[in-house]
């Protein structure tokens, strides 16, 4: 894979290469200080927050061992008798092929000439318009029938950020993508789970391709007025054709390099204003196409979107609160008050003597109870029952309970409990953000609620199953939260009117 370098560099907002006749010489710096106003600091963000084609990968898997034999062979085929290399001078053949690249020959030339690339982290939007090449191509996909996508992860492009949208953009997704979780745990098969995703999904695709049917690929697709994807994917392939082929490489370019006119698609789309147009009196189809190298960005809104992830306001965030009283907090970790639920888990070292059956109806009648005196404290704002019910030594019980449950139906050990709950933890961290719970109590009760009415479906349905299994995991692990949090004295109603 191309290590992009300083002198060597794509960017990720707008898929602006170090090789675009526009920007040799140049630096990324110089590049995304002009176009689109930010420094070097706010665009690495937007890389760890995987903006635009930071997420997209491109390896070329194979390639000709030889161009000369290949093209000389199609070359002279035509005019010679048996075709023998032999018969040319170094200086012949270096000349056919110079001629054949400036585009002086029959095109079949480059029919010769095959390549497979490996592409990895590309929208299904712009997959979909790359298996549109089907003359010269073959193409290997991940399926959708046959793959979950619960964990799938997805592409944001930066003119939400631009816009001031990418909190709205990835709760969308996030919403979408635990309406997946739900299908598919709910039974629903991947071949119809699937019509839930957007297609911002991200997708992997083998490409096998001509390199005829790849210069054309590349001559439309380069152009700025399409798809920054696109743009993205053929700078990536170019990249990967410099290191074997640079010849090759260098006649992958937008077409209108060659023109020096705005021609894209017969106009269909407006210009990105490299070139004039191709006539005086042409005029555009669609004139308000995006052209991602224009984007500009806030500073201040950047700030205040790109910061959310490692500033979450404490004072909505009772656990990081808490965490931030003890020492030895790896900043790098998410879920900062990590160690107080590990720590929790790590106490009912006895195990408790339960069938599943009766383990389960106890958590769930347990709970019931818990909850109710919770609603009575919500309407009364009296918490006395709640309190005298929500006790340490209950809600030790009642995460013992869960613990053997838990042991009892997966035949695992504690120690694989705990390691799968702390995932659970740390995966919903970052998820979320670091942001859980700043609704008090009342948030985990809420949670640990539609948790516990699905392991009581599932007791009366009598179908426990594998599906149960996060279930449990989030069940103890909210637990725990309950735990920590009643130590703490976490609020009852949490905070109000809360913004990050
Ligand atoms: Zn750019």
């Known amino acids: 894979m191309t290590k992009i370098t300083k002198d060597n560099w794509m960017c990720i907002i707008c898929s602006s290469a ?191 391709v001509n390199y005829l049917a790849l210069k054309n690929f590349c001559n439309k697709r380069m152009m700025r007025n399409q798809s920054w994807e696109m743009n993205a994917l053929c700078e990536l392939i170019k990249f990967e054709m410099e290191k074997v082929y640079p010849e090759l490489a260098d006649i992958l370019v937008p077409a209108c390099d060659y023109s020096k006119k705005c021609n894209s698609f017969g106009n269909l789309f407006e210009g990105c204003g490299k070139y004039p147009l191709e006539k ?43 965490a931030q009283e003890k020492e030895n907090i790896d900043k790098e970790f998410y879920g900062k008050y990590a160690h107080e639920i590990c720590d929790e888990l ?58 053997a449950v838990t042991l009892l139906i997966f035949n695992k050990n504690r120690d694989e409990v705990i390691s799968e709950t702390w995932h659970v933890h740390q995966v919903k961290n970052k998820k979320y953000n670091d942001g859980w719970y700043y609704d008090g109590i009342r948030g985990i009760l809420k949670d640990l609620h539609r948790k516990v009415q699905r392991l009581k479906t599932g007791l009366e349905n009598n179908q426990l199953s594998c599906y149960q299994e996060t279930d449990l995991y989030d069940t103890l692990l909210y637990v725990v939260f309950l735990i920590v949090g009643m130590q703490s004295k976490l609020p009852l109603k949490g905070v109000q009117n809360v913004d990050f």
């Open 280 to 322: 005086q009196h042409d005029r555009y189809v669609f004139e308000s196409a995006q052209i991602a190298r224009n984007i500009k960005f806030n500073n201040e809104y950047v700030e205040k979107t790109i910061n959310h992830n490692k500033s979450v306001k404490p004072v909505n965030n009772h656990f990081l609160l808490l």
């Open 18 to 208: 170090s090789h675009d006749s526009d920007e040799f010489g140049k630096t990324l710096e110089e590049h995304i200080k002009r176009q689109h106003g930010i420094d070097k600091k706010i665009y690495d963000r937007f890389v760890a927050e995987g903006i635009g084609a930071s997420k997209l990968k491109v390896k070329m898997l194979n390639y000709p061992n030889d161009i000369k034999l290949a093209m000389i062979s199609f070359l002279s085929q035509t005019w010679g008798p048996t075709f023998n290399l032999e018969k040319y001078s170094d200086e012949e053949v270096n000349n056919m092929i110079k001629i054949a690249l400036k585009g002086k020959t029959l095109s079949t030339v480059f029919e010769s000439l095959n390549f497979t690339f490996q592409i990895d982290g590309l929208s299904r939007a712009s997959s979909h318009q790359l298996v549109r090449v089907r003359i010269g191509s073959g193409f290997s996909q991940k399926g959708m029938s046959d793959a979950y996508y619960g964990d799938t992860d997805y592409i944001i492009p930066a003119s939400i950020v631009a816009a001031g949208k990418l909190e709205e953009y990835k709760k969308a997704m996030e919403e979408t993508r635990k309406v997946y979780i739900d299908l598919f745990k709910s039974g629903v098969a991947y071949q119809d789970a699937r019509f839930i995703l957007p297609h911002c999904v991200t997708t992997s695709v083998v490409w096998t």
């Open 346 to 403: 790590k106490k009912s070292n006895k195990p408790k003597q339960v069938s599943v059956d009766s383990g389960l109806k106890n958590i769930i009648t347990t709970f019931n109870q818990l909850y109710s005196y919770f609603e009575q404290y919500e309407t009364t704002n009296d918490s006395t029952k709640f309190h005298n019910y929500a006790t340490a030594e209950k809600l030790e019980d009642f995460k013992d309970t869960i613990m």
